[in-house]
């Protein structure tokens, strides 16, 4: 396209006198202040009022693209359709509009507005649409340049047909072009210099920040070793205000043989030029600190070759020290703890284990072989004093339900942690008189009380007591007593085990024994009978039909009760293995009773026994019969045992949701300590009868019912019979 700069018409350029005035007016307003979008906006407006009838500005930003920073015309319609236009991207640079081969020659540019050039500039239908709404005429494209480097570009636009800009009035806009070019590039300079700044004091404040908060002493010293710059945690550990650092040697602050050491050491890293990286040493202690592990680095501080000083990191390591000694500890514990299989001899061990490490005096309580309570099996002491105080102490286990926080222990399986005990604290928690006396003698201070837990199951309760009023328990020593209670819980776990084992290796060789007594018995009978009937028929005297008879019943009746005792050893295998099948029908008891009184009819009156039932209205059941059967003819056949020549009663009902069976005697009864083991495998009665069984019949009685759904139990006070009551579900 050709420039089409016409000679200059002298009543369309303004006066030299107003040009410079508008120069002059366009430089204040560029140079008066540093906010350059804010002046090109202003100097876009001054354009539209003496140079031109409309402008536009492009910038070009950080990644390269024109932005359009402002639009201004003289006509307001005018320049709402320039607003318009900034919906549109500006020309790529590169591109084949003419706009473009302004910005890549960088040099300025007059050409008319013709369809063809609005086509080429236009993105899409509608931006063409646009362009052509505004109705420009002219457009002189002025690029702003400073030296090479493009900055973007003024547009000075004229609507009027016919008028073009002269070369005077090009001039102009030339010469204001370069001075906003050179000012937005000052601007641009100076906002980048400011950001730079602040960055540079954000990182210095963070910096500060980090090495103020830093869990290390930290510091850096100048060529002659004087203090430039610390922490308050290096402060802290040399035991001087961070102020009486500054400007100070080394030597000055730590005094002594300590600060002739490290200064000496200091000296040595500046003159080889290479660090020394973590050196354990101690820190004397001070005034009201103690001494301390530390791990120190010392290192150069270089900028290019030139050394600026040292820096210093010190690092305590008092925490991690005691947790390498506590580890080192816990590792012995375990050592100790599985030396015993006893379980009084493992508590021992771990109450001892806890006051060798932390406290004045440790209590142990475990669960009651009944499940029910706690009792306490270990209380050791510090100080022989304690220690003969602690002989009462085995007397307090907490009962179910007190206040007391061993047992809230217990019971949640969560420690608990008294950092600091109060007279207040220890009237709560007293069982009784006695109770409160012996914990005035003790004077606990603070306690922590942790269960024993191994498999998800509370094994007991572990309680660590300090009196001295300066060691105060905190969250650290309750992790490590945690830890110690895990081991622990797990020796006491293996000796209860192993105890357990050994009362069935006892349970079995008893049974062994048993069983071949009560085997025997029968087989030695049925024998007998045996080989008296062959010796009858060898010797050609054969026994009369009654004797005969009589002997092959006895035969009969010893091969039954083999039968039988068998059936009970085959069920206890079933019952072990969890393969106790039934054979589920409907049934209904009040029947199977009367059928099994009828049928038991002779053998009650052999034994004096008179049944009475009480069994007439219906109750249905889904049960095994033959199983159902067996749990009533147990109970029968104990009270023509034990209660032989007593009235046997029989009632069958229905209680809600669920079928019950009563069976009742009235003989001697059974004492409340025996009621509690009855349903035990191999628990036999101790008089007469003691020998007649192998003590299985009520433990396979209850584990039938118990496989039903159901449950058997016993009543009974001594003297006045037994009631046994099955319970099964109706559903």
């Not at 850096?220 to 400007?247: C, K, S, T």
């Not at 080989?531 to 010797?539: F, N, T, Y």
């Not at 118990?706 to 001594?718: C, F, K, N, Q």
Request: hydrophobic share 45%; proline share 6%.
């Amino acid at each position: 396209m050709a420039d089409t700069t016409p000679p200059e018409p002298p009543e369309a350029a303004p006066s030299a006198a107003r040009a410079e005035a508008f120069l002059a007016e366009a430089t204040r307003l560029l140079v008066e202040t540093l906010d350059w979008e804010g002046a090109l906006h202003a100097v876009a407006r001054l354009v539209t009022q003496v140079l031109a009838e409309g402008c536009i500005v492009d910038v070009l930003g950080d990644e390269g693209e024109l932005h359009r920073l402002a639009v201004a015309a003289r006509e307001p319609e005018r320049e709402r359709l320039l607003r318009e236009l900034m919906r549109f991207s500006p020309p790529r640079l590169g591109g084949p509009t003419p706009m473009a081969r302004v910005l890549a020659e960088g040099r300025p540019m007059q050409f008319e507005i013709n369809p063809e050039v609005l086509r080429v500039h236009a993105w899409s239908e509608e931006h063409l649409a646009a362009l052509e709404e505004v109705g420009t005429e002219v457009n002189l494209v002025v690029p702003l340049m400073l030296g090479e480097r493009l900055l973007g570009a003024i547009h000075f636009l004229l609507f009027t047909p016919g008028r073009r800009y002269t070369q005077r009035e090009q001039g102009y806009a030339e010469e204001l072009t370069r001075r906003a070019a050179f000012v937005v590039e000052h601007a641009r300079l100076y906002r980048e210099t400011q950001r730079a700044l602040r960055a540079r004091d954000a990182s210095l404040a963070l910096l500060e920040a980090f090495i103020g908060a830093a869990p290390v002493g930290m510091a850096f010293l100048d060529r002659e070793l004087r203090y430039v710059h610390l922490n308050p945690m290096l402060a802290a550990l040399n035991g001087q205000p961070l102020e009486a650092h500054l400007g100070r040697t080394v030597a000055e602050v730590l005094r002594g043989s300590e600060g002739v050491h490290v200064e000496k050491l200091l000296r040595g890293v500046m003159e080889r030029g290479e660090p020394i990286l973590d050196r354990e040493s101690v820190v004397p202690p001070r005034p009201g600190i103690p001494a301390r592990p530390v791990r120190s680095s010392y290192f150069p501080v270089k900028q290019g070759e030139e050394t600026l000083g040292l820096g210093v990191v010190i690092h305590d390591i008092t925490e991690q020290k005691r947790a390498e000694e506590g580890l080192r500890f816990l590792a012995e514990a375990s050592a100790r703890l599985t030396a015993s299989l006893e379980l009084r001899t493992t508590l021992e061990s771990t109450a001892k284990l806890v006051v060798e490490r932390m406290a004045d005096y440790c209590l142990i309580d475990v669960l009651a072989e009944d499940e029910q309570r706690l009792e306490r099996l270990a209380a050791v002491g510090r100080d022989p004093n304690v220690r003969t105080l602690l002989h009462s102490a085995f007397r307090f286990a907490p009962p179910p339900g007190s206040p007391s926080p061993i047992w809230k222990v217990w019971e949640t399986r969560r420690a608990e942690l008294l950092h600091e005990m109060t007279k207040e604290m220890l009237e709560r928690i007293t069982l009784d008189a006695e109770h409160r006396a012996l914990l005035e003698q003790l004077g606990p201070r603070s306690s922590i009380m942790v269960p024993l837990m191994t498999q998800g199951r509370s094994l007991g309760v572990l309680t660590a007591a300090s009196v001295n009023p300066q060691h105060l328990y905190d969250e650290k020593d309750l992790a490590f007593l945690e830890d110690l209670a895990w081991r622990a819980a797990l020796a006491v776990d293996n000796a209860r085990l192993y105890h357990r084992a050994e009362q069935a290796v006892a349970a079995r060789d008893e049974f062994v024994a048993i069983a071949t007594h009560e085997l025997r018995t029968p087989l030695s009978a049925l024998g007998l009978q045996l080989v008296a009937l062959k010796r009858g028929e060898e010797a050609n005297h054969p026994s009369s039909p009654e004797r005969r008879r009589q002997g092959l019943e006895t035969a009969l009746r010893q091969t039954k009760q083999l039968e039988k005792l068998l059936g009970h050893l085959l069920d206890i295998s079933h019952l072990s293995t969890g393969r106790l099948e039934l054979e589920r029908e409907p049934v209904d008891l009040s029947s199977l009773v009367h059928r099994l009184v009828a049928n038991l009819e002779e053998k009650l009156a052999e034994a004096g026994n008179t049944p009475r039932v009480d069994a007439e209205a219906l109750v249905v059941v889904k049960v095994d019969r033959l199983r159902v059967e067996q749990v009533l003819m147990n109970l029968l056949t104990n009270a023509m045992k034990y209660a032989p020549g007593s009235l046997v009663e029989l009632a069958v009902a229905r209680d809600g949701a669920e079928a019950v069976v009563v069976v009742r005697d009235h003989g001697p009864g059974i004492s409340p300590e025996v009621q509690s083991r009855i349903f035990e495998r191999f628990q036999r009665a101790s008089g007469t009868h003691g020998r007649d069984s192998l003590g299985l019949g009520l433990y396979l009685s209850r584990q039938i019912a118990r496989a039903h759904g159901g449950e058997l139990t016993v009543e009974s006070i001594p003297g006045q019979g037994a009631r046994f009551v099955l319970r099964l579900p109706v559903g």
